[in-house]
């Protein structure tokens, strides 16, 4: 650890803002925040329905009973490690039922884990550990090609902090085990005694990020349980709910909304979906008589499409969430019909506020908004470009402040200043209309993040990777609209010197390592960047002239085009 960091983060501290004094009372008193950890909330559970199913993976299934030891015997193995209450720890583990495990284990311990994604490669991997300091990387490589063994060993290379590596499945040289750590010495009682505390922080969220590398996000057991509790509400989950996780269950979506934490929270049971494929979803859905999943719009529709061609019995399926990025009033309208459930829209963020559709809300509500904010203590506000407030029904900027959105970002005093205002409003980039009824509508987006399908892209972390290259001058990387994927990216270069090819290129971005769905896909040589009238490279006009040229693919290989951003080359493969 660097000499004078404490080892544990205070909350409230410049590097973990938190909530004025006054205000965390008020939520204390309305009761939003109870005091209670993710690990009280286990052992609670345990004790009243100990038998009940917790967690279905591929191989193995754990009762709430289960789960609740073996948190405790992993929270003791990474004690007996070195992992102590505070420090942070990065997880990246695929949708398996350790995944739960690990995660129940670090709240029992008070170890605070980083969710990076399995697309996620060394540059993120990198980036969180080396931002957090964090002290060890659990990872798994039971059922996997790539080796995420290997991932870690190079990113605790990278990163002086990370002195363990811990392996679900075969473990490399200098590496533990997950087993070896989960047959060591149980957390000693005392620890229960000496936090965590609801107070302090559970988790570091991944912000999608726009300004390069992403953010991490502290929730607090506080803020986080509270937003899981009432999401579990708005959902109605109960002890008969049988959620399937089908996005990366680290994300907060799965995780929080009401997910898989609500789903615990309810006595219900998670079951693990190791694809989001709808061969392997739908199968599961049957076998497993999932009541609830939730899922981005390209899923939904790659769904729907299987759905009409398949026997699978999706009868026990009572609600579909779709959300993380804007879904297409006219698919949604099929959402019903097709798999004979709700459909509930879902808009949230990482960051914290999350609005959903109701279960009572009239059907063009669901289909035409992406719902309303989850707690009546959030606040919501809809500003020009000088934070006044529009006018009601007018679209503007969306901000937002309540009991589960944070006050700042970790470790980021200096980004802070401008991604929330000074009396403590997370400014979201979204671009909403708000209904006398609440229910807001996203109808575009002031922030430079492309949404990749619910995936997001922060456009200058790109170019970064892009500008590395020798032979690249220049690079802008912008969102085109995609059938598909809502968006794709796509990248503009100016060559230095030898142009290389766009496959070349696509390569050198992989493997500078990075997760597959940053990397561009399609890239378009130009002599130079249209520009605006200070200068600066036009983001909006080079966006209107790729997504000109995708809609008419003609225009797109018509040599004669004037303008001097025309492509030189083009290239549309991956
Ligand atoms: C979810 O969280 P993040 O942190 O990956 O991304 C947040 C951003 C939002 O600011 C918005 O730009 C976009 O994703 N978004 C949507 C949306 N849901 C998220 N845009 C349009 N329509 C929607 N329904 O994506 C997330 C977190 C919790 C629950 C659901 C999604």
């Known amino acids: 650890m660097t000499v004078g960091r404490p080892r544990i983060d205070v909350v409230g501290s410049a590097d973990v803002p938190t909530w004025p004094e006054a205000i965390a009372a008020e939520y204390r008193a309305r009761g939003y925040w109870t005091g209670q950890t993710f690990s009280d909330l286990l052992r609670e559970r345990a004790a009243a329905h100990p038998d009940r199913e917790a967690v279905v993976g591929a191989d193995e299934r754990l009762t709430y009973a289960e789960l609740d030891r073996r948190a405790s015997a992993l929270a003791g193995g990474l004690a007996w490690i070195g992992v102590h209450r505070g420090d942070r720890v990065v997880v990246q583990l695929p949708n398996e039922a350790v995944f739960v495990e690990v995660l129940f284990a670090c709240f029992r311990l008070g170890a605070i884990p980083i969710l990076a994604l399995p697309a996620h490669r060394a540059s993120e991997l990198t980036h969180f550990a080396a931002h957090s300091e964090a002290v060890a990387i659990i990872t798994s490589d039971a059922r996997s090609r790539f080796s995420f063994a290997g991932l870690a060993d190079e990113v605790r290379a990278a990163v002086p902090s990370v002195r363990e590596v811990v392996v679900a499945g075969e473990p490399l040289e200098d590496q533990r085990s997950l087993d070896e750590l989960r047959g060591a010495t149980p957390l000693p009682e005392l620890a229960a005694k000496s936090g965590p505390f609801g107070r302090d922080l559970a988790l570091l969220q991944l912000s999608g990020g726009t300004t390069g590398a992403s953010k991490l996000i502290p929730r607090t057991h506080d803020d986080y349980l509270y937003s899981v509790r009432a999401s579990a509400q708005i959902c109605e989950q109960d002890g008969d ?14 995780l929080s909304s009401a997910g898989i934490l609500g789903t615990i929270e309810s006595g ?93 809300d009239p059907l063009e509500t669901v289909i035409a908004t992406q719902g309303r904010p989850m707690s009546p203590a959030d606040e919501v506000r809809v500003v020009d470009e000088h934070d006044r407030d529009v006018a009601p029904g ?26 929330f205002t000074s009396d403590g409003f997370y400014r979201t980039g979204d671009l909403v209309r708000q209904a006398p009824s609440g229910h807001l509508e996203v109808v575009g987006r002031a922030k430079e993040q492309i949404n990749r399908g619910g995936e997001k892209v922060a456009p200058a972390e790109v170019e970064g990777h892009l500008l590395a290259h020798p032979s690249v001058l220049d690079a802008c990387v912008v969102g085109v609209p995609d059938a598909a994927l809502g968006e794709r990216t796509y990248a503009v270069v100016v060559a230095r010197g030898e142009q290389p090819t766009p496959a070349s290129l ?22 130079e960047f249209p520009t605006t009238g200070v200068g600066k490279v036009s983001r909006r006009e080079l966006r209107t002239l790729l997504a000109a040229q995708l809609t008419d693919a003609s225009a797109a290989s018509a040599a004669a085009t004037p303008v001097s951003s025309a492509p030189t080359t083009d290239d549309s493969g991956r």
């Open 506 to 527: 696509r390569k050198f971005v992989r493997e500078r390592g990075v997760a597959a769905f940053k990397v561009p896909d399609r890239i378009t040589f130009v002599p």
């Open 268 to 360: 219900g049971t998670v079951v693990m979906c190791p694809s989001p494929d709808p061969a392997t979803a739908l199968g599961l859905i049957e076998t497993e008589r999932i009541t609830v999943t939730g899922l981005v719009p390209p899923l939904a529709i790659a769904w729907l499409e299987a759905l009409s061609g398949s026997s699978r019995d999706v009868s026990s399926l009572r609600l579909l969430q779709v959300g993380g990025a804007k879904l297409d009033a006219e698919v949604a309208r099929r959402v019903e019909p097709a798999f004979g459930c709700r459909l509930q829209q879902v808009f949230g963020m990482a960051e914290g506020l999350v609005n959903y559709t109701r279960p009572e």
């Open 241 to 254: 709910s049988r959620y399937l996780v089908v996005l990366p269950a680290g994300h907060n979506f799965p």
């Open 394 to 419: 007018e679209s503007g900027a969306l901000l937002t402040r309540g009991p589960y959105t944070i006050r700042g970002y970790y470790r980021a005093t200096e980004h802070n200043r401008t991604a």
